[in-house]
């Protein structure tokens, strides 16, 4: 089983596992292909190639319309915003108006959360995010805390520090239809699965 993914996150290994046990014991298995965010996405919305999607938003359903959702949270999502200067005033989506933005291309519900944002600007990495905000050409980066957290653990910015939790999502799995009859024991499988927080 061929299964999309997004490149930058820091997907716990127990999870990765988990899902690779839970295809095993339906007598496949699965392969994890990463990619930025956007690209997974469209990838997935074009071309066979994939049996499944991983670590989606449900907005994802939008675009994955050959693929059926596995109605089992896996993961929790907060919507983090990032800064070099920790007394910021922010601390929901409305306090973010007289702020320059990065966000990343593909992060579906902090796209739409600020699709009407002035100061805005939409990269196609996490780093490149992080960056734009080190050198000073943006006051904040909202990302997922997954995948900011990873890259500021694993990449050296020191600098760059969470300043408020915007809002959450969970995350699920997306199988493509022509697979639909292992809705059933996915679900099943996935249910048994440690609680998400």
Do not use: C
């Not at 693929?67 to 896996?74: A, C, G, N, R, S």
């Not at 990032?82 to 007289?98: E, K, P």
């Not at 999502?169 to 499988?189: D, G, N, S």
């Amino acid at each position: 089983m061929q299964i999309a993914t997004v490149s930058e996150a820091d997907i716990p290994n127990a999870t990765i596992t988990q899902i690779k046990h839970a295809y095993r014991q339906l007598g496949f298995t699965a392969q994890l292909q990463y990619m930025p965010a956007l690209r997974a996405l469209k990838q997935a919305e074009h071309a066979q190639e994939f049996d499944a999607v991983l670590l989606r938003e449900p907005t994802a359903e939008s675009y994955l319309t050959q693929y059926l959702k596995i109605d089992v949270p896996l993961r929790r999502l907060l919507h983090v915003a990032y800064a070099t200067r920790t007394q910021m005033g922010v601390s929901d989506w409305q306090s973010l108006n007289h702020y320059r933005i990065a966000i990343v291309r593909g992060f579906l519900s902090i796209n739409q959360a600020l699709a009407d944002h002035q100061k805005l600007e939409i990269v196609n990495s996490v780093h490149q995010a992080i960056r734009m905000l080190e050198t000073g050409r943006v006051d904040l980066a909202i990302l997922p805390d997954i995948f900011g957290n990873y890259e500021i653990e694993h990449h050296g910015h020191s600098s760059v520090k969470p300043v408020a939790v915007l809002g959450q999502t969970y995350l699920y799995h997306f199988i493509h239809k022509k697979h639909r009859e292992l809705v059933p024991a996915l679900t099943q499988a996935f249910a048994q699965l440690e609680q998400v927080e």
